[in-house]
């Protein structure tokens, strides 16, 4: 069958790196004898739309995109327009329109690229960070101006939402992801020893669902402490469920663990497949290397395998991943992981390894 896909470049490497997703994607149709095929649009929002249009996107932009089979997304923001402008008015409003509330990183050691870990070589590190991607610390609340309160000068205030469908449902995903997986543990991270009242609802919620899973192991720990326990224990971890802003620090240090930002994967997903679900690379638009073929395209392809996975194709994600491997192995690496390739090098590498 032929899976429709919009693909949103957006600003700085973005173009670069969705550029090899897919080459990488197309090369495998190519392959596949007719089995399934990949048809591209582009859309052409972000940054420099903002500039000649002042909008991130269409306004009927949802509309135009709510058919695709999903979404295909380099990264947004540039210098020139605020980031929380340019974030709020196209990632966060895909995410939150589309109900993509599972937001999943995972994060692993690849052949051949040295993590910053000291106990690299003989430590295994393969988690996956599942991130509330709807409300939290990101739900949009609160307002400037606020005058008569606090020491003078003017007072803003940002609210986080904490919902109990909310905290459930991502953490039914996190447990039935984990029962995947060959270590059944789900570790729930907040700080709610400071943040008394959405953060202990969360714990609360989470005692709750954990009773339905009981062979699935389980641990609640602060955000600071988990920051400190990815460094120091990374084989005690599988599944972390996190809200949105500490999922989305932790997973950042996650990748960078692994040896690079450039490397990490992620998928926004609606499950109940009521809206389409968007794939994009854990890394920003990186304005330092843009533009001059030094992006690493491996976690935006590393996106490419987790979008045919929701496709149900997880034999060619398998076969993704493996090239994946086989490229890293073989030291074809660009400069975020010590090597000296280009963009347009990996990708070759990453075509050529799928024949392989
Ligand atoms: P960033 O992720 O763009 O860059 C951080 C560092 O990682 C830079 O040194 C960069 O060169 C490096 N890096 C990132 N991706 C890389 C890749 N594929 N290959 C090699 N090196 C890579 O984060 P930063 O600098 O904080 O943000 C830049 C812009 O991106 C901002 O406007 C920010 O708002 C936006 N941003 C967008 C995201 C998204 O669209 N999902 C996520 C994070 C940031
Ligand atoms: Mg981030």
């Given at each position: 069958?032929?899976?429709?896909?919009?693909?949103?470049?957006?600003?700085?490497?973005?173009?670069e790196?969705?550029a090899a997703?897919?080459a990488?994607?197309?090369?495998?149709?190519?392959?596949?004898?007719?089995?399934?095929?990949?048809?591209?649009?582009?859309?052409?929002?972000?940054?420099?739309?903002?500039?000649?249009?002042?909008?991130?996107?269409?306004?009927?932009?949802?509309?135009?995109?709510?058919?695709?089979?999903?979404?295909?997304?380099?990264?947004?923001?540039?210098?020139?327009?605020?980031?929380?402008?340019?974030?709020?008015?196209?990632?966060?409003?895909?995410?939150?329109?589309?109900?993509?509330?599972?937001?999943?990183?995972?994060?692993?050691?690849?052949?051949?690229?040295?993590?910053?870990?000291?106990?690299?070589?003989?430590?295994?590190?393969?988690?996956?960070?599942?991130?509330?991607?709807?409300?939290?610390?990101?739900?949009?609340?609160?307002?400037?101006?606020?005058?008569?309160?606090?020491?003078?000068?003017?007072?803003?205030?940002?609210?986080?939402?904490?919902?109990?469908?909310?905290?459930?449902?991502?953490?039914?995903?996190?447990?039935?992801?984990?029962?995947?997986?060959?270590?059944?543990?789900?570790?729930?991270?907040?700080?709610?020893?400071?943040?008394?009242?959405?953060?202990?609802?969360?714990?609360?919620?989470?005692?709750?669902?954990?009773?339905?899973?009981?062979?699935?192991?389980?641990?609640?720990?602060?955000?600071?402490?988990?920051?400190?326990?990815?460094?120091?224990?990374?084989?005690?971890?599988?599944?972390?469920?996190?809200?949105?802003?500490?999922?989305?620090?932790?997973?950042?240090?996650?990748?960078?663990?692994?040896?690079?930002?450039?490397?990490?994967?992620?998928?926004?997903?609606?499950?109940?497949?009521?809206?389409?679900?968007?794939?994009?690379?854990?890394?920003?638009?990186?304005?330092?290397?843009?533009?001059?073929g030094l992006a690493?395209p491996?976690?935006?392809?590393?996106?490419?395998?987790?979008?045919?996975?929701?496709?149900?194709?997880?034999?060619?994600?398998?076969?993704?991943?493996?090239?994946?491997?086989?490229?890293?192995?073989?030291?074809v690496?660009t400069?975020?992981?010590?090597?000296?390739a280009s963009t347009e090098d990996v990708t070759k590498a990453l075509i050529?390894?799928?024949?392989?």
């Open positions: 069958r032929t899976f429709r896909i919009a693909a949103i470049p957006a600003d700085g490497v973005g173009s790196v969705v997703g897919r990488v994607l197309d090369a495998l149709a190519a392959d596949s004898q007719g089995a399934f095929a990949f048809e591209w649009q582009e859309f052409p929002w972000g940054c420099g739309y903002y500039e000649r249009t002042g909008k991130m996107m269409d306004d009927d932009g949802l509309e135009q995109l709510k058919e695709f089979d999903a979404i295909y997304f380099g990264a947004v923001g540039w210098p020139t327009v605020p980031d929380h402008i340019s974030l709020w008015g196209l990632r966060l409003k895909i995410c939150q329109s589309f109900d993509q509330w599972a937001n999943v990183r995972p994060v692993h050691f690849l052949p051949g690229i040295t993590s910053p870990l000291r106990k690299a070589d003989d430590t295994d590190l393969d988690w996956v960070v599942v991130r509330e991607n709807s409300e939290g610390e990101y739900a949009g609340l609160g307002g400037r101006n606020l005058a008569g309160r606090g020491p003078g000068g003017e007072v803003a205030l940002q609210s986080a939402l904490f919902t109990e469908v909310g905290c459930e449902r991502i953490m039914r995903y996190a447990f039935d992801l984990a029962r995947t997986r060959t270590r059944r543990k789900v570790s729930s991270v907040t700080k709610s020893n400071a943040q008394q009242y959405g953060m202990v609802l969360w714990d609360d919620v989470f005692k709750r669902v954990a009773a339905d899973y009981p062979d699935v192991e389980t641990e609640s720990v602060l955000v600071d402490a988990m920051a400190a326990k990815f460094v120091l224990r990374p084989e005690d971890l599988s599944v972390v469920v996190a809200s949105n802003l500490n999922a989305d620090i932790l997973s950042d240090l996650g990748s960078a663990l692994a040896g690079s930002l450039g490397l990490a994967a992620s998928a926004n997903l609606n499950p109940e497949r009521r809206f389409p679900s968007m794939f994009e690379p854990v890394h920003g638009s990186a304005p330092d290397i843009a533009g001059q690493n491996i976690g935006a392809v590393g996106s490419a395998a987790l979008m045919l996975e929701h496709f149900g194709l997880p034999d060619q994600a398998a076969r993704l991943h493996k090239a994946i491997e086989a490229t890293t192995a073989a030291g690496l400069r975020d992981i010590a090597g000296t050529d390894a799928l024949g392989a």
